[in-house]
């Protein structure tokens, strides 16, 4: 069995002996409260800044604004959300009768970026 070096952990900051090479926390206590309290998909950009889309999260229904170019999102808010969908939702949220889906209206990034392009000019 391979030994891994010493990590430290992303909440609590102590040092610990990983069990897997990608591990980032010493617990799951850690990683709970880490992720809970580090979250941004649910908060507002910064005033002033403009925001390029918006929509409502298929899955947990928050409104998603999305400030920055990068930003690939277009009906989950985050991963996590998007895996439960697949998992449990395809069914429950009226997948493909009108459901919700976001500003984009079901249309591809592409076909989304070129529409607020034109819209701009």
């Known amino acids: 069995m391979a030994t891994h070096k010493k990590q430290i952990c ?20 850690c990683s709970r409260h880490y992720y809970k309290h580090h979250e941004t998909t649910h908060r507002a950009p910064e005033p002033g800044v403009p925001v ?16 920055d170019p990068a930003d690939k999102r277009t009906v989950f808010c985050r991963h996590k959300c998007e895996k439960s969908y697949w998992r449990h939702g395809y069914t429950l949220n009226d997948h493909g009768r009108g459901g919700n889906r976001g500003m984009s209206g079901g249309m591809s990034l592409g ?6 392009r034109r819209d701009l000019d």
């Open 10 to 29: 992303l909440d609590c900051q102590k040092e610990f002996v990983p069990y897997r090479k990608d591990q980032r926390f010493c617990s799951k206590k």
């Open 111 to 116: 076909g989304l970026i070129r529409r607020e």
């Open 52 to 67: 390029i889309r918006e929509f409502y999260c298929r899955w947990c229904h928050h409104l998603v604004q999305v400030a």
